[in-house]
């Protein structure tokens, strides 16, 4: 791994190198005789399959055949002390190589395979030591000792490989990957100058992959102690690839290199001006395209004087690094949400989805992920600045063939502008969507500067609603327990069209004979949420206010309103009004303020002793009981409730499974089920298995909900089921609609009657056919049909807000 300059060298003289060969050929005897006792040992103690012991003969032999060979073709054909330490070294190392082979077919014994490279990495800091006090140091026991490093490495690589994935290879194949390029690219063969940090470097990989094969430390600190070494190794490499390239690279190679750079700085403009910003627009003919804003900068690079011309790349590179940026905000905010990134208002957004990426895979990891974010958009800027003042500056040095490639280019741009090319559709080969999309971006700004404007009217706008007297208010619920459950991510995926929606059904039709057996009737249909993927409260504002709230700035401006919503007037007519939202675990003023509830129930407030379901901080089961328990208890109030149901979070795992109803108790019951459920990274390495995770847990959700109602058994309970929005990008598909399912369960055909003009389809599981109506308009169609005067606009069965796109 180093070169050594030893301070001096003692050269043996003839007479002695007839003592030094029999030496020599003892060494590769006892090399071999001492790595077949050290595999019996490791045997016996550890155990060893036969792939170990072939493995580790070979390996054992061979090193000392390799040593021992190296010594007699030098000039000096002795073995050294410091080699008698090598050669140890080697044969602990051979040692290893046994174990990790055998581990491929059986499991082998992390305290042998650690105590093993533990000594071998010791011994590292000794043969130097020796050398250099003896006064026999050598290039080429320095050689051999780097060498010997670097398979260690290797092996503990592919062993801790085994559990971390393939990238770890990286680091043992970082050395052989580099001899084989000094064998393609003469320059890279120079022998390097002494440098400590390479030592340090060296040790550090040694001692990180020993550190994560023991499992001392958890999986991820491990996993980011090995990262951080990848990092350290990818450095020092790069250092002495770029020393090597200035100190021995001819005019040829040179050349070659600026011409790559300035390839991979074009390259790199190019995918920044044409990717699009939607993943699932990716695609070869997307880049089969001329930017024109990439014409323009080259056409202002070429009449500009150099220090102008370098003010205006840099700031050029600056507004295309943002472009880039914008485009990954913009593919992640389609993923998640299925809309563009809003400048003004979806920068609040990014603290509620880093706490839910926090409760899914903790917060160590979660402030890493963090971390590299930051560094990779600062990598980010760097490169697409430097990138444009290179290409500027190249263009301006070679004006000739620039100004004729300018020249040409926009002439096949006009061209395929004037005639619409395009390979493929959407992707035009005359391109200006870098243009379009900043275009799009700023429109998209000033709407919404201009849509406080918009709502605020909506929300101070007469509500007809709010003047209806609390003697005609919900008279056709009066006495009944009204229950509103939000199941997350309950989408139209959930139930059609899908490769997990059959196992839905299943669960919905069986729960509905279920209930029909025990004297329920259910009826459904289907709703289009403001939100898609994610930020569920603006789904439930929606359905409590009756206006289209799509974005955080209208739940801000909402709930800093006085507009009427259902609790609001289940309050006005006697309820007992509760939010049970067990997702929160801080106070929430809107609560109050707002929607005015009597009681709000989050994790701290249910005495709940079990464990968390990563997002899930309780399972929807344990909610449902602590809310019988808490609000329903014998000559109970009539209650309305808003009940939050989050079992069915992203990221879906680990999930919990029903136990009896009567053994729920504090939630100590479902303490073993995180352990027995599989775990979120390991769902998530694979998409088909994340989509099948989130149908069991709908699957869960429901099966609690509606074995609840059963288990309950009360003759006045109605419930409102539905869902919050679609799964996000990931499980929903591209260019899926925003609907969600919406269910009444109640018992005697009383609540049926008064919804009859609705039409809804009968049980749970709601047809194509099914009625569609938007969000919005629940609210109104709701307390029309079981209000006794109802407003004018009410008996319209809930017509959208004005300014709600439709």
């Given at each position: 791994m180093s070169t050594i300059q030893p301070p001096e060298v003692r050269h043996a003289d003839k007479p002695a190198d007839k003592v030094a060969l029999p030496r020599i050929r003892l060494a590769a005897l006892l090399g071999m005789l001492a790595t077949a006792a050290l595999l019996g040992v490791v045997s016996a103690t550890a155990g060893l399959g036969a792939v170990g012991w072939i493995t580790g003969l070979v390996t054992g032999s061979a090193a000392a055949a390799l040593l021992v060979t190296a010594r007699m073709r030098s000039d000096q054909p002795a073995i050294l002390p410091a080699d008698w330490i090598t050669l140890t070294r080697m044969l602990l190392i051979a040692g290893v190589t046994g174990l990790v082979a055998d581990s491929f077919s059986r499991p082998v014994s992390v305290t042998a395979l650690v105590a093993l490279s533990a000594v071998a990495l010791a011994l590292d800091a000794v043969d130097g030591q020796v050398a250099r006090r003896t006064g026999t140091a050598t290039p080429l026991g320095a050689r051999i000792d780097g060498e010997t490093d670097a398979f260690l490495i290797l092996m503990l690589s592919i062993?801790?490989?085994?559990?971390?994935?393939?990238?770890?290879?990286?680091?043992?194949?970082?050395?052989?990957?580099?001899?084989?390029?000094?064998?393609?690219?003469?320059?890279?063969?120079?022998?390097?100058?002494?440098?400590?940090?390479?030592?340090?470097?060296?040790?550090?990989?040694?001692?990180?992959?020993?550190?994560?094969?023991?499992?001392?430390?958890?999986?991820?600190?491990g996993m980011i102690a090995v990262a951080a070494a990848l990092l350290l190794l990818a450095e020092s490499f790069g250092h002495d690839v770029i020393w090597l390239y200035r100190a021995g690279a001819g005019p040829r190679v040179r050349r070659a290199v600026r011409i790559a750079v300035t390839g991979l700085a074009l390259v790199l403009l190019w995918f920044d001006l044409l990717a699009p910003d939607r993943a699932w627009q990716f695609s070869l003919a997307a880049f089969v395209r001329i930017p024109v804003e990439a014409l323009a900068l080259i056409a202002v690079a070429l009449v500009l004087p150099p220090w102008p011309r370098r003010?205006?790349?840099?700031?050029?590179?600056?507004?295309?690094?943002?472009?880039?940026?914008?485009?990954?905000?913009?593919?992640?905010?389609?993923?998640?949400?299925?809309?563009?990134?809003?400048?003004?208002?979806?920068?609040?957004?990014?603290?509620?989805?880093?706490?839910?990426?926090?409760?899914?895979?903790?917060?160590?990891?979660?402030?890493?992920?963090?971390?590299?974010?930051?560094?990779?958009?600062?990598?980010?800027?760097?490169?697409?600045?430097?990138?444009?003042?290179?290409?500027?500056?190249?263009?301006?040095?070679?004006?000739?063939?620039?100004?004729?490639?300018?020249a040409a280019l926009t002439a096949i741009w006009g061209l395929s502008a004037g005639l619409s090319l395009q390979l493929t559709a959407g992707s035009p080969v005359a391109s200006t969507s870098a243009t379009g999309l900043a275009v799009s971006q700023v429109r998209a700004y000033q709407a919404a500067l201009n849509d406080p404007r918009r709502f605020g009217q909506a929300t101070r706008s007469p509500d007809p609603e709010a003047a209806v007297p609390a003697s005609g208010l919900l008279t056709g619920l009066r006495g009944k327990d009204v229950i509103i459950a939000f199941v997350e991510s309950y989408g139209q995926v959930a139930v059609r069209g899908t490769s997990y929606s059959p196992g839905v059904d299943a669960v919905l039709r069986q729960q509905t004979g279920m209930l029909t057996r025990a004297g329920w009737s259910t009826q459904s249909a289907w709703l289009t949420s403001p939100t898609f993927g994610g930020i569920s409260w603006l789904a439930h504002s929606t359905l409590q206010s009756g206006l289209w709230v799509n974005s955080t700035q209208r739940y801000a401006q909402l709930v800093g309103s006085s507009r009427f919503t259902l609790s609001d007037a289940f309050d006005k007519a006697g309820w007992h009004t509760v939010s049970d939202d067990p997702s929160d675990d801080i106070t929430w003023p809107p609560g109050t303020s707002f929607y005015h509830y009597d009681q709000l129930y989050d994790r701290r407030n249910v005495g709940y002793h079990g464990p968390t379901f990563s997002y899930a901080s309780m399972p929807d089961q344990y909610v449902l009981a602590a809310f019988q328990r808490n609000e329903l208890a014998p000559g109970h109030k009539p209650v309305m409730a808003e009940i939050d149901l989050v079992s069915s979070h992203t990221p879906w795992a680990p999930l919990p499974t029903m136990v009896p109803w009567n053994k729920v108790g504090n939630g100590s019951i479902f303490d073993p089920m995180p352990a027995e459920s599989e775990s979120a990274t390991t769902v998530w390495r694979n998409a088909s298995t994340v989509r099948q995770f989130y149908g069991r847990s709908i699957q869960y959700s429901l099966h609690a909900l509606t074995s609840w109602v059963t288990e309950l058994n009360d003759p006045n309970l109605v419930l409102i089921l539905l869902g919050d929005h679609q799964p996000h990008t990931a499980v929903s598909g591209a260019g899926a609609n925003h609907d969600v399912p919406i269910s009444i369960i109640a018992r005697g055909p009383s609540v049926f009657r008064q919804i009859a003009s609705w039409h809804w389809q009968d049980g749970l599981l709601p047809g194509p056919s099914a009625p569609l109506k938007p969000m919005d308009a629940f609210r109104s169609q709701f307390l029309g049909a079981f209000s006794t005067a109802p407003s004018q606009a009410a008996s319209a069965l809930g017509p959208a807000a004005p300014d709600a796109p439709r």
């Open positions: 062993a801790v490989s085994q559990d971390y994935g393939g990238w770890v290879l990286a680091i043992g194949a970082a050395r052989y990957v580099f001899l084989l390029a000094g064998w393609l690219i003469p320059w890279l063969r120079a022998p390097l100058a002494p440098r400590f940090w390479r030592k340090v470097v060296a040790a550090v990989q040694g001692i990180a992959l020993t550190v994560a094969a023991s499992g001392v430390t958890s999986r991820l600190v003010i205006v790349a840099t700031i050029a590179g600056i507004l295309l690094s943002l472009l880039a940026f914008d485009k990954i905000l913009n593919i992640a905010m389609y993923e998640e949400v299925d809309r563009a990134f809003n400048p003004l208002n979806d920068w609040s957004s990014i603290r509620p989805a880093a706490g839910v990426v926090r409760d899914a895979i903790g917060t160590t990891l979660t402030n890493v992920v963090l971390v590299a974010i930051w560094i990779g958009i600062v990598l980010l800027v760097g490169a697409i600045t430097a990138a444009t003042i290179h290409v500027t500056a190249v263009a301006a040095r070679h004006r000739r063939g620039a100004v004729r490639g300018l």
